[in-house]
Structures are given as structure tokens and as C-alpha cells.
């Protein structure tokens, strides 16, 4: 079945620090998400991707959609202590199938 | 109000009952999901359905069944819950690819 290498599994960073994450597949995607999941909550969508090479920011959170359409990246800029949670990419492969594959989660700590 | 909002929230059950989990949304969308989170292995999809009248396999269904009573209401079901659907459950809904999640289920199946 299809999988989505995400790295790293988890982080551990200081306040101030900038964050990268990633996502890699061996089949072509073609549309990106990222989510964040709060402790005891589901996961809100960040950022969509939609075209390859689409570069889009939300805020302190800048994502890409790689242009070979294998990969996507998320960057986090000056982490505050409220950024800490678990990221999941997902992508999706069929233009008429709405199915999401998910990564696996970056976990991610921020020491004040 | 929530947009996905799931029923219970939490749940402790013995093994061999009939479980059910509620999923209503207010959003309008005709597709929902339904996805089990284990730690470490990320989000997995159980059933979803594309319309009042469409079921499908995810890729973990064994153990599990789904009904879809109206387009606002998706239920799964765990006919005789065991240790090891012990997890996190998950409803979401999209009107296409984006998809919105409820807040979640904690089930334990002792």
C-alpha cells in the first residue's frame, strides 16, 4: 500500500528555534496537507498544497509541495511554547478519490 | 458549536460487548471518515463513506461496521469490542480533499 515516510518522528527544541519536518513517498501525490493534533484533541488542518512547487505560509508555518510531487516539507519559524503537538502530513494520490494517506507524526516539544 | 462533534468521548468497555461511536457533523459535507490513532503509527482509516448511500472498506475494517443514517450522522460499531481496538477514534468530514476532524473518542476495551 502507499506510505508517507515523515521525519523526524519527534523534536525537541527551544523556544526561538526555527523547525523542519518533512514527508517522502515512492508514488506521486497530488495534494499535500499538514496537520497539527493538540494533546486530547483531533487534528486541525494548517496548510494545503495543491500544485507541485506551491510554496504557502500560514503565519509562522511555511509549507511546499515538492516538484518531483514525492514530498512536502513544513517549516515553523520562531516556535513559541503553544506550537508543541503532533504534525501529520497527508496526502492524497487519486483526483477523484478523496482517500488521505497520513504520515506517521512528528512530535514535537518546545522548551520554554 | 463544533462542526464534528463525536459521542462518548470516553469509553471503557469489557471485552465482548457491542460498542457503539457516534459522529454528527454541521458542515454540509456529503463524505465522512472514520480512522483509529495508535500511538506511533499515525492516523489509519476504517471505513468511510462518500454519500448516504456509500460504504466502503478502509484499511483496517476487520471488527468494525459502519452506518450511515443521514448525511449530518455516521456510527461505527464495534460488534464484540477486544483488548486491541483498544485506541483513539477519529470522525472527519470533506466536501473534497481537505478533510475536518471531531475531537475524538478514547475507547479502552478491557
Known amino acids: 500500500g502507499q506510505q508517507l515516510n515523515q521525519s523526524p518522528q519527534s523534536m525537541f527544541i527551544q523556544e526561538g528555534e526555527d523547525v523542519s519536518m518533512n514527508c517522502t513517498s515512492s508514488?506521486?501525490?497530488?495534494?499535500w496537507l499538514w496537520y497539527k493534533q493538540d494533546p486530547g484533541e483531533g487534528p486541525v488542518l494548517l496548510i494545503a498544497?495543491?500544485?507541485?512547487?506551491e510554496l504557502t505560509s500560514n503565519g509562522r508555518l511555511t509549507a511546499q509541495f515538492g516538484i518531483t510531487r514525492k514530498d512536502s516539507f513544513l517549516n515553523i519559524s520562531a516556535s513559541i511554547p503553544s506550537d508543541v503537538g503532533i504534525y501529520f502530513c497527508a496526502g492524497q494520490r487519486g483526483r477523484s478519490n478523496y482517500k488521505l494517506t497520513f504520515g506517521k507524526g512528528t512530535l514535537l516539544t518546545v522548551n520554554p | 458549536d463544533a462542526d464534528v462533534t463525536q459521542t462518548p468521548r470516553n469509553r471503557i468497555t469489557k471485552t465482548g460487548k457491542r460498542i457503539m461511536l457516534e459522529c454528527s457533523q454541521t458542515?454540509?459535507?456529503?463524505?465522512m471518515y472514520w480512522y483509529r490513532q495508535d500511538p506511533g503509527l499515525g492516523l489509519r482509516l476504517i471505513y468511510y463513506s462518500f454519500d448516504v448511500k456509500d460504504i466502503n472498506k478502509g484499511e483496517i475494517s476487520d471488527g468494525y461496521s459502519v452506518s450511515r443514517q443521514a448525511q449530518a450522522k455516521f456510527s461505527l460499531s464495534l460488534e464484540s469490542a477486544i483488548p486491541n481496538q483498544t485506541a483513539l477514534y477519529f470522525c472527519?468530514?470533506?466536501?473534497?480533499?481537505?478533510?475536518?476532524f471531531g475531537p475524538g473518542t478514547r475507547l479502552t476495551v478491557l
Open positions: 498544497l495543491y500544485k507541485a512547487g
Open positions: 472527519a468530514t470533506s466536501l473534497e480533499v481537505e478533510q475536518f
Open positions: 458542515k454540509g459535507h456529503d463524505r
Open positions: 508514488s506521486i501525490f497530488n495534494t
